[in-house]
């Protein structure tokens, strides 16, 4: 069975750094794409960034210049680098993947629990 465990999180002051971690426990064959998204209270969940198979990546007007996102295929792990935080980028981020778990299979979606993450002013 896989899932996906988010790591990372936690409380940080405006300017700082944080580093998110997604990681695919159970044998798959290998990412094909992923995603971070994030949701804070009251607000619908948006995309952050996100990566495709061919490596190239997307990220929202708000986060531009400051997250990185990256994978390794060799852990089977998603990051998202988060410099310059700010007090607005508080929320539940989440990972999404698209795993192909077999050689000659499909890709299949999976979501991350989420990991909080708060910036104080």
């Known amino acids: 069975q896989v899932q996906l465990v988010e790591s990372g999180g936690g409380l940080v002051q405006a300017g700082g750094s944080l580093r998110l971690s997604c990681t695919v426990s159970?044998?798959?064959?290998?990412?094909?794409?992923g995603g971070w998204y994030r949701q804070a209270p009251g607000k619908e969940r948006e995309l952050v960034a996100n990566?495709?198979?061919?490596?190239?990546?997307n990220y929202a007007d708000s986060v531009k210049g400051r997250f990185t996102i990256s994978r390794d295929n060799t852990k089977n792990r998603l990051y998202l680098q988060m410099n310059s935080l700010k007090p607005e980028d508080t929320a539940v981020y989440y990972c999404?993947?698209?795993?192909?778990?077999?050689?000659?299979?499909?890709?299949?979606?999976?979501w991350g629990q989420g990991t909080q993450v708060t910036v104080s002013s």
């Open positions: 159970g044998s798959i064959f290998r990412i094909s794409a």
């Open positions: 999404n993947l698209r795993i192909q778990r077999r050689l000659f299979g499909n890709d299949e979606g999976y």
């Open positions: 990566i495709i198979s061919s490596g190239g990546t």
